[in-house]
């Protein structure tokens, strides 16, 4: 099937009795009882399908994890109470009885910075950052350091770069690392890293997955061999996510091929627009012909269509000015996240990437006067008409 009619379909319609409901109820009980307790006992042996207990799951979040599963070609799927949650468990998994050393992308979103050097360091993992896009020194960093896994986003946060995921996967499988990928700004409608070799593929199911600034949630898709690991490891550290986040999150998927198509069209425009207005002095953003990446989208993004996110620089702006542009916005929101059906705008340096220090943030070219834009379902021209008026304003 298609991806678009999976992402309608899977995980729904489970028999209950004599009905079936047309879309997955909410369960909202913390436990479960049986007529029998060798069959409770038989379901906590993993030797009979059944419920327990909620920090194991739900059936609502056990929908939810059959339906990305569906759309990531993964074998199963794990759903958590965040992105960052779906991260770290990932990248636990992916440590597990291997050496406990990370190959990293040098861009990343702000908190996988904090994970990487403030949670995992401190217990002994080794981490060590290098640029994908510049494939080469990547391969030479994981060479050298034989890493258990590799961990890069599919489009880099902000600055939205793309390394090439193909030649990544190669390198890690290469030198015996496994693959983490972060896929929250892709989706499965533009990119499926598991069908490129991915070992495991993590989303923030808050952004457009759910789509609708509404769910905090996140999920990680993987293959079989690590449904123990990563069930054990959810299941001790009680990160699984709640039933009612479950429900919004199935929801808002079912019409994500729809939201994105629509996301990325207005992208497309509202890049163009802010191209040509004298006071932004640049753009990055997937869709343009001279973008560094270009040869990595063209082969690995569908036709037309390069995302929903946006970044762009105001010209010889500090904090003051991105402050006075942000405060004139009347349409586009001012919020730190991404992915949903309206326009978010987010300032990373007081944000997303706010505890790096700046000369870091600098070297990694997240300026000052860097904006990034979550391109949202409105009107194009009612888009891009807030941003010039605000822009004008500065």
Not at 51 to 57: K, N, S
Not at 289 to 318: C, E, Q, W, Y
């Amino acid at each position: 099937m298609k991806l678009e009619t999976l992402a309608v379909h899977a995980g729904d319609r489970k028999k209950l009795g004599d009905y079936v409901p047309v879309t997955t109820p909410i369960y909202g009980a913390s436990s479960y009882v049986y007529d029998r307790t060798e069959d409770l006992d038989r379901v906590f042996a993993d030797e009979k399908q059944g419920q327990t207990y909620a920090r194991y799951g739900s059936p609502t979040t056990n929908a939810l994890e059959e339906q990305v599963a569906a759309l990531e070609g993964a074998e199963f799927a794990q759903a958590s109470a965040s992105g960052m949650a779906s991260l770290h468990l990932a990248l636990l998994a992916a440590l597990t009885d291997r050496r406990r050393s990370i190959v990293a992308a040098n861009v990343l979103f702000g908190q996988s910075f904090s994970l990487l050097m403030k949670v995992l360091e401190p217990t002994g993992v080794s981490v060590r950052f290098a640029d994908p896009c510049d494939i080469a020194a990547f391969e030479a960093v994981v060479a050298e350091e034989k890493p258990a896994c590799v961990l890069v986003e599919t489009v880099s946060n902000p600055l939205l770069r793309v390394p090439p995921l193909d030649k990544v996967v190669e390198i890690a499988r290469k030198h015996n690392a496994l693959t983490v990928v972060d896929a929250t700004f892709t989706t499965p409608i533009l990119l499926r890293p598991m069908a490129l070799g991915a070992d495991f593929v993590v989303h923030s199911s808050t952004k457009y997955l759910a789509g609708h600034g509404d769910v905090l949630g996140g999920l990680l898709a993987t293959r079989t061999e690590f449904r123990q690991v990563v069930q054990t490891l959810s299941r001790t550290l009680g990160n699984t996510m709640a039933p009612f986040e479950a429900y919004l999150t199935m929801r808002g998927v079912k019409t994500l091929a729809l939201r994105l198509e629509r996301q990325c069209q207005n992208a497309c425009r509202v890049a163009s627009a802010l191209k040509d207005h004298p006071r932004v002095e640049r753009v990055h953003f997937p869709g343009d012909p001279l973008h560094p990446d270009a040869d990595a989208i063209r082969r690995l993004f569908p036709k037309n269509l390069f995302g929903g996110m946006v970044s762009f620089t105001i010209k010889d702006a500090g904090r003051e000015q991105v402050f006075r542009f942000n405060d004139a916005l009347r349409l586009v929101v001012r919020a730190t996240s991404l992915g949903d059906v309206h326009t978010l705008i987010s300032y990373p340096v007081i944000a997303s990437h706010r505890e790096l220090a700046p000369k870091h943030r600098e070297r990694l070219g997240i300026g000052e006067n860097l904006l990034r834009l979550s391109v949202g379902i409105e009107a194009a021209e009612d888009i891009i008409a807030d941003l010039e008026q605000a822009l004008d304003q500065c």
